[in-house]
């Protein structure tokens, strides 16, 4: 279902400049991924993510969903395969819960690509902030899922 709707929105952009490239990947977000290393990590940020505190690179990609980033970029990017956990999501703050469906329709979009992925990992809030620290970018999104925050951490991309 996920895949039919992303196909769908992609064929309705189809001024694509690039073959295999999605329409949702900005040229700056073409040039972040092309320039990462294995073991670097991109934030896919909700709306609300105070990104610019955290973190000098950040781009926009406002009005765009996180499944439907996912989907676009994972098609080009090679999770980390020598980490336990190349995905990490924001966990609740004490006293909130967790809406089951963000974490269900982002790996919706994972699982295209990468359908071996190992699950989430859920880590702290400010366990969070501390690694969009480091982070090789941050992508802040339309996405306005409560926690709907998830780290990617590039891995080695395959010779063949």
Do not use: C, Q, W
């Amino acid at each position: 279902m996920v895949f039919i709707r992303i196909i769908y929105k992609l064929n309705k952009f189809k001024k694509t400049m690039l073959k295999g490239i999605s329409p949702l990947i900005s040229p700056e977000l073409l040039a972040v991924l092309s320039r990462m290393g294995h073991g670097d990590e991109i934030v896919l940020a909700d709306a609300h993510f105070p990104g610019e505190s955290f973190n000098s690179r950040v781009l926009r990609a406002d009005g765009l969903r996180i499944p439907d980033i996912l989907a676009a970029i994972l098609p080009l990017f090679e999770l980390d395969t020598y980490v336990p956990h190349p995905l990490v999501m924001m966990d609740a703050v004490e006293g909130d819960t967790l809406d089951p469906s963000v974490e269900k329709a982002y790996l919706e979009s994972i699982r295209i690509t990468n359908p071996d992925a190992a699950p989430i990992e859920r880590i702290d809030r400010f366990a969070f902030y501390e690694r969009t620290k480091s982070a090789f970018a941050v992508v802040i999104t339309g996405e306005i899922a409560k926690y709907g925050n998830i780290i990617l951490k590039k891995g080695v991309t395959p010779l063949n």
